[in-house]
């Protein structure tokens, strides 16, 4: 089993930068992919960033340009960085992890404040 535990989030001015941690343990060696998530209140759960075991990553439209996730395999951590926050990008990050038979694991979430 894995856990993930994520880290990073806080209240934050519009127009600056955070980064997010999430540390892996357990059975890792099995996860083929990782990424974050996040969701509003009242809103569903969406896809900020993903990236593979191979280091490929992905963003969705809406967030292209403004988030870069990253890894360090040696600590078994995923980074997401956002820069020029805005209101909107207000919410309980989550981290996630994919792997085979159907893993799909979530983090506990960390909060991200975005004040005007």
């Known amino acids: 089993q894995v856990q993930l535990v994520e880290s990073g989030g806080g209240l934050v001015q519009a127009g600056g930068s955070l980064r997010l941690s999430c540390v892996a343990s357990?059975?890792?060696?099995?996860?083929?992919?990782m990424g974050w998530y996040r969701q509003a209140p009242g809103k569903q759960r969406e896809l900020v960033a993903g990236i593979s075991s191979g280091g490929t990553t992905n963003y969705p439209d809406s967030v292209k340009g403004r988030v870069t996730i990253s890894r360090d395999n040696a600590k078994n951590t995923i980074y997401l960085r956002i820069n020029n926050l805005k209101a909107e990008d207000t919410a309980t990050y989550y981290c996630?992890?994919?792997?085979?038979?159907?893993?799909?694991?979530w983090g506990q979430g960390t909060l991200v404040i975005v004040s005007s």
């Open positions: 357990g059975t890792i060696l099995g996860i083929n992919e």
């Open positions: 996630n992890a994919k792997g085979p038979y159907g893993m799909d694991m």
